[in-house]
């Protein structure tokens, strides 16, 4: 059984919709979404959301 601290918070985007959930990261990489069993289109396989270098409060044209 993992422990408390070997488990990860972080974004998980549906793999079937896109739509991105608050989900854990257990230590085998699995993911599961926070407060549910699956997304609401019905898909129950999610890919984590990485990290982006943007600035999201910069200009979305670059400039």
């Known amino acids: 059984m993992a422990h408390k601290d070997d488990v990860t918070r972080t974004l998980a985007a549906c793999t079937a919709c896109g739509s991105i ?6 230590p ?5 979404i926070i ?3 699956g997304c609401s289109c019905g898909a129950t ?4 959301v990485e990290e ?3 600035d999201p ?5 670059g400039r």
Do not use: K, L, V
Request: proline share 4%; no cysteine.
């Open 21 to 26: 959930y608050a989900a854990r990261q257990w």
């Open 28 to 32: 085998d990489g699995e993911i599961r």
């Open 35 to 37: 407060g549910q069993d």
């Open 45 to 48: 396989e999610f890919d984590r």
């Open 52 to 54: 982006s270098d943007d």
């Open 57 to 61: 409060e910069g200009d979305p044209e």
